[in-house]
């Protein structure tokens, strides 16, 4: 099984195994975060107004999970 590693608002690492992962989401409004969507709940990175570490971040999430 393979798993994505991302942080918690706490700052804490969460394991989130990639065949639960429900949908990944980019939001720009006030900051910059990626929201991670599994069956086990909601997980949120934050980037602050870092726009091309978010966008780094975005397409590293993808090619892990094998999104196009």
Known sequence: ???LETI???G???LI???RIKSVNLHGLKGYSIKITS???E???CFADDREK???RYEMIKK???AK
């Open 43 to 45: 997980y949120e990175e």
């Open 17 to 19: 195994p990639i065949d």
């Open 8 to 10: 918690t608002f706490m």
């Open 12 to 14: 804490n690492d969460v």
């Open 64 to 66: 892990i999970i094998g």
């Open 1 to 3: 099984m393979k798993f």
């Open 54 to 56: 978010w966008l780094l």
């Open 39 to 41: 069956d086990d709940g």
